[in-house]
T-cell receptor
Framework: GENVEQHPSTLSVQEGDSAVIKCTYS??????FPWYKQELGKGPQLIID?????GEKKDQRIAVTLNKTAKHFSLHITETQPEDSAVYFC????????????FGRGTQLTVWP | DAGVIQSPRHEVTEMGQEVTLRCKPI?????LFWYRQTMMRGLELLIY????????DSGMPEDRFSAKMPNASFSTLKIQPSEPRDSAVYFC??????????????FGEGSWLTVV
């Protein structure tokens, strides 16, 4: 099966700085890469996703990049705010599995005011 | 629209007792997933259903765990007998095949299980 590795496990930044979280995957057939944000006491919530036919996708302060050759993808958060503090998970899957996601171990992001 | 609804939100039980977790997926979704989250193992897929039929239960830890989906709007995850190592947050999630959203999975708020 797929193996997704995520780094770093913890990340602390000052408010207004950028944060980058990186993931690698092992299955070259994976073609869908979502990112989830999990706040304390809540379930993971999808914040952005990217498919293998594009290299970058942006949504306001959040962007994701994908390098299929190297089998890695990254989440970029610019102008971080304290409310961005949460655990972020990357995931990967093949479209044929229709949602059977393989998750990274998560990154605890802390944004200091 | 209501999201994925799970109950109970919190459960504290004694070792050896039966635990039943419940889930109502988002209406119209044909995939339902049960995940378990622990500090040691992260998010693990236990089992998932498509159109109420179990597709992959390879993540179910052992025979003490069982899951059912009697209809499109209800699923249960049962642990019998429960053990302290089953303490975790159990998430139910659902998705819809063929939608423009693709493989987007929507998670419930989780059931926090503590076995003492």
């Amino acid at each position: 099966g797929e193996n997704v590795e995520q780094h770093p496990s913890t990340l602390s930044v000052q408010e207004g700085d950028s944060a980058v979280i990186k993931c690698t995957y092992s299955d070259s057939a994976s073609n869908y890469f979502p990112w989830y944000k999990q706040e304390l006491g809540k379930g993971p919530q999808l914040i952005i996703d990217i498919r293998s036919n594009v290299g970058e996708k942006k949504d306001q302060r959040i962007a994701v990049t994908l390098n299929k050759t190297a089998k890695h993808f990254s989440l970029h958060i610019t102008e971080t705010q304290p409310e961005d503090s949460a655990v972020y998970f990357c995931a990967a899957t093949r479209g044929s599995t229709l949602g059977r996601l393989y998750f990274g171990r998560g990154t605890q992001l802390t944004v200091w005011p | 629209d209501a999201g994925v609804i799970q109950s109970p939100r919190h459960e504290v039980t004694e070792m050896g007792q039966e635990v039943t977790l419940r889930c109502k997926p988002i209406s119209g979704h044909d995939y339902l997933f049960w995940y378990r989250q622990t500090m040691m193992r992260g998010l693990e897929l236990l089992i998932y259903f498509n159109n109420n039929v179990p597709i992959d239960d390879s993540g179910m830890p052992e025979d003490r765990f069982s899951a059912k989906m009697p209809n499109a709007s209800f699923s249960t995850l049962k642990i019998q007998p429960s053990e302290p190592r089953d303490s975790a947050v159990y998430f139910c999630a659902s998705s819809r095949s063929g939608s423009r959203a693709g493989n987007t999975i929507y998670f419930g708020e989780g059931s926090w299980l503590t076995v003492v």
